[in-house]
């Protein structure tokens, strides 16, 4: 049974900084396609950025440019370094594992418990 468990959220004024790290237990890592989505009050879930076993990255248009999937697989980590942070940026931050075909990640079953990140105005 793989499990996930972020960490790194918290509270940070506009136009700053955090990362998200997410580590992975129970499974091979370096296999996985893994992917961060997120969640705002009232909104619905949403894909932010996912990163495939081979190393190709894509995002969400509203953090291109500002936030940056990377993956350890020494460390069967996934992070999320996120810049030049908004308001509306404040969500819940979940990572997952999921598939990739035809450029297209889609999660599977396995997602983390998630870690909040806010950000004041």
């Known amino acids: 049974q793989v499990q996930l468990v972020e960490s790194g959220g918290g509270l940070v004024q506009a136009g700053g900084s955090l990362r998200l790290s997410c580590a992975a237990s129970g499974g091979i890592f370096s296999n996985f396609h893994m992917g961060w989505h997120r969640q705002g009050l009232g909104k619905q879930r949403e894909l932010v950025a996912f990163i495939t076993r081979g190393g190709m990255t894509d995002y969400a248009d509203s953090v291109k440019g500002r936030f940056t999937i990377s993956r350890d697989n020494a460390k069967n980590t996934v992070y999320l370094q996120m810049n030049d942070l908004l308001p509306e940026d404040t969500a819940v931050y979940y990572c997952?594992?999921?598939?990739?075909?035809?450029?297209?990640?889609?999660?599977?079953?396995?997602w983390g418990q998630g870690t909040q990140v806010t950000i004041s105005s």
């Open positions: 997952n594992i999921g598939s990739y075909y035809g450029g297209t990640f889609r999660p599977t079953g396995t």
